[in-house]
């Protein structure tokens, strides 16, 4: 089975820097996705890690560390459009469907 | 080809009416995921194919839910019966399975239905 967990929400100031933590218990693990969502439509993709460590893409970064489960999304710069869920799905070999946390939702604020 | 589209984007309908929604996925990917998402939680798996095949199902897809890709390309999904619990946002997404690493699943817009 898979167990997932992230926090429901989050609130932080336009500019600053926020991180969204996730953990996970999953079999086969094969790499990590984050994707976005916006209120109403479809996740988009924003990065997936394979290997431990930081990568770094523009204002977004992610990290994995594949022996502690862990994995965290950091947004830089932050701008009103970040608001959003962010969804954490651990990815199994073999391409099998994806199993989504919660999500986080981040509200920036002026 | 931009992506994975779907129709219709809403729906609404009344308890023990029956649906369908289609879903288009990028040109030769292979793999086409049906994913269910109601409000404050994460898409949750329905079934998905490979090519014509369909490979799993979810034990959340009731014997009134039925998937269908005949020709490997678009698929539909039919929900017979409707339910007031079955209203939710259907999400299609689709891979190309190349092989190696999971493959980005791309998702398209998704299907809103609304079961009075």
């Known amino acids: 089975g898979q167990n997932i967990d992230q926090p429901t929400e989050m609130t932080a100031t336009e500019g600053a820097i926020v991180q969204i933590n996730c953990t996970y218990q999953?079999?086969?693990?094969?790499?990590l996705f984050w994707y976005q969502q916006h209120a109403g439509e479809a996740p988009t993709f924003l990065s997936y890690?394979?290997?431990?460590g930081l990568e770094e893409k523009g204002r977004f970064s992610s990290f994995l560390s594949r022996s502690k489960g862990y994995s965290y999304l950091l947004l830089k710069e932050l701008q009103m459009k970040d608001s959003a869920s962010y969804l954490c799905?651990?990815?199994?070999?073999?391409?099998?469907?994806?199993?989504f946390g919660k999500g986080t939702r981040l509200s920036v604020i002026a | 080809d931009t992506g994975v589209s779907q129709d219709p984007r809403h729906k609404i309908t009344k308890r023990g009416q029956n649906v369908t929604f289609r879903c288009d996925p990028i040109?030769?990917?292979?793999?086409l995921y049906w994913y269910r998402q109601t409000l404050g939680q994460g898409p949750e798996f329905l079934t998905y194919?490979?090519?014509?095949?369909?490979?799993?199902k979810s034990r959340l897809l009731s014997d009134r839910f039925s998937a269908e890709r005949p020709k490997g390309s678009f698929s539909t999904l039919e929900i017979q019966r409707t339910e007031q619990g079955d209203s939710a946002m259907y999400l299609c997404?689709?891979?190309?399975?190349?092989?190696?690493?999971?493959?980005?699943?791309?998702f398209g817009p998704g299907t809103r239905l609304t079961v009075l």
């Open positions: 997404a689709s891979t190309e399975l190349a092989g190696g690493p999971p493959d980005t699943q791309y």
């Open positions: 999953t079999s086969g693990f094969n790499g």
């Open positions: 890690n394979v290997l431990d």
């Open positions: 799905a651990p990815g199994s070999s073999g391409n099998t469907p994806l199993v």
């Open positions: 040109s030769e990917h292979n793999r």
């Open positions: 194919f490979q090519n014509e095949a369909q490979l799993e």
